[in-house]
């Protein structure tokens, strides 16, 4: 069973930083597609950001020039560093994992039915 744990989301002011690291459980998934999604509450669930296995890196426009996404595949861990937060990025930040290795266009990965594994998600808190 594929495992994808979430850490670093906490509190943080706006105008503040703060890092999430995901987690994969199984080597293989060092060379998957890995995705940021996150759901607010009382919205529906939101592309964030993706590292796929060809390297390539796409971001939802809310966030471009502020998040940055990456990945340390001798750890098995995507990070999502995320700066210059405000309270509208608060929501239940999850990462995703598509193991596919399939060429496919930037929209296929906005989705979050192109991912086959996600993790529980970790809280951030944005105060004004």
């Known amino acids: 069973q594929v495992q994808l744990v979430e850490s670093g989301g906490g509190l943080v002011q706006a105008g503040g930083s703060l890092r999430l690291s995901c987690s994969a459980s199984e080597r293989a998934f060092s060379s998957s597609t890995m995705g940021w999604f996150r759901r607010a509450p009382g919205k529906e669930p939101e592309f964030v950001a993706t590292f796929t296995w060809t390297s390539n890196t796409y971001y939802a426009e809310s966030v471009k020039g502020r998040f940055a996404i990456s990945r340390d595949n001798a750890k098995n861990t995507v990070y999502l560093q995320m700066s210059n937060l405000k309270p509208e990025d608060t929501a239940v930040y999850s990462c995703?994992?598509?193991?596919?290795?399939?060429?496919?266009?930037?929209?296929?990965?906005?989705?979050?039915?192109?991912?086959?594994?996600w993790g529980q998600g970790t809280q951030v808190t944005v105060s004004s």
């Open positions: 995703a994992a598509d193991p596919t290795r399939s060429f496919q266009p930037a929209s296929y990965y906005f989705r979050e039915g192109s991912y086959d594994y």
